[in-house]
């Protein structure tokens, strides 16, 4: 299967340039989606769950010089410390124009104009998905091509660019995306090195996007344990002038990839940085896994290690690689890998990532969500776009056309699914509900609101926004109990607040229109206008295609119905 370095062309470098820039003419629309509006020391991060910028890399760059107690601790910091990078020329020219002449830890942190300057931070962090985006795209085009042939490559490009999440993650300052891009590396240098052999130029290449993937989410590592087995395999001696198990020359390879690997892992995760901190960051992702074998984790459903649970988790993970490859690119991938163990079996190594990586989150993660199961997708776009590439030689033409008419159909529902999401996140419901509350607050109105700040509408200047209830998370599940009515019934006696907004987070349950922790016998009152409010307006942009059944994301984090409800005797607001 191995060849030489040079056994097959490899194309030209613009095809992979056009496979990126079709990507990002897919992506770059509604990149712009839930910028911050930062008019207040509460309002500086932007929509998305688990989207933290922009201020998440200045405070970890920040953070490696001045120990802080309050430090992010979720991933490591290769994402962040590729942003701050990004960063420096701006922050740059901002020192340089005096719009950032005293740097502080406190809002405004010193920016001249904060409100102006984060969203321009964010655009920059998003410039950085979106290129990332494509790197996915034009990874799957290569690994295609090194694999079979340009069709091929061209193909699974396309499935890959059009899997239904992307068209969210790659508008986002989520690591999701990040972590697929060089685990997407990876598998493309993974391709080369089964096609052409395992050189060290390719070693090089293979441990630093694998290093890159392990400094931006540890649970890469599911889709690389079988890799080291493999290439070895195909390294071994096989013949009287190809050196032998202990001579160094064979060796060589290998120990360039385990160092490259170490050297970017090291630098990226902060180990060589700040090794407390990544330290504490183990210990921190020890205690999540622990809460989320255990049930804990209220944003997420865990399935029982038993055979029941075991079923149940293996259908829940294939309900959602359907949600990310449609129903009939799912069944094409089954046919295609069939198809390939068939006509070229060595070709199916290259499906033992996904393999492994299927195995880790059954047996570890024990629940699923959308972006955990990205890779296995990943992997099955090559086999859908094989098996169509080895039907149009048949002699049944039917099949053939049968097979191009069914991939076409896959992506073209997923284009559409990507096009109906865009359009929610051009029109979200918060940029109405801003418009509608921008002239009602600017004196200075009370706002108050359950659960997390960062998913609320832009508020002007003026607004006074507070939570109506402590919020602990996501993580824990709140009080909603007779306790936690009263101490909600008597704030707002006590502050008088003129508008309540009542809206789902990532704390709701699939399909709750409000947030978890508001609890019931206060949606209820509010609906009913039986304590002290009335309902004044709604808003939810209804889909451009519903018939396209979009599924839903992992959080309601695009366009949520939110409903604004009014201090029953202040002015008439009229309703929507």
Known sequence: MAGGENSRPMGTPRTHIAVGLLA???????????????????????????????????????GMFVP??????????????????????????LWVSGQFAHPSGAYPYGLRDPVAILRNLTLIARLITLLMSAGIAVAAYDAGLALWDRRTG???????ATMFPMFYYSR????EVPVLFFTAGALAAFARCLAFGFSVRRALWLGAFVGGALATKETAVASFLALPFVLLWFHRPGGPSAPRWFHREFWKAPLVAVASAIFVFGMGSSIFLDPQRYLDHVQFVRGRISALAGGEVAFVHTYPATWEGNFALVRAVGIRVVDCLTLPGVLLAAAGLVWVLWREPAKTLFFLPAVTYFGILIIGARGVQLRYVLPLAFSLAFFAARGVILALPLRRPWLAAGMALVAAGAMGLNFLRGADLTYAMLRDSRYDAAAWLAPRTASGARIEYFGPTQKLPPLERGAVAERAILYLGAIRKASTGPDAVAEIVAGWAARQPRFIISMPDHSSPVGFPDSATCPPAIVDGLREGKLGYQLAARFETPPLLPWVRRPALDYPSVNPPIQIFERVGDPATGTR
């Open 154 to 160: 061209l193909l699974s490009a396309a499935f890959v």
């Open 68 to 93: 802080q107690p309050d430090r992010n601790l979720g991933y490591p910091l290769m994402h962040p410390l590729l942003v701050a990078a990004a960063y420096s020329p701006y922050l740059g020219y």
């Open 24 to 62: 990002l003419t897919l992506y770059f629309p509604a990149s712009w989606w839930g910028l911050p509006y930062a008019t207040a020391p509460d309002r500086v991060q932007s929509w998305g769950v688990d989207d933290e910028m922009p201020l998440r890399p200045l405070s970890e760059v920040h």
């Open 172 to 175: 986002t300052g989520n690591v």
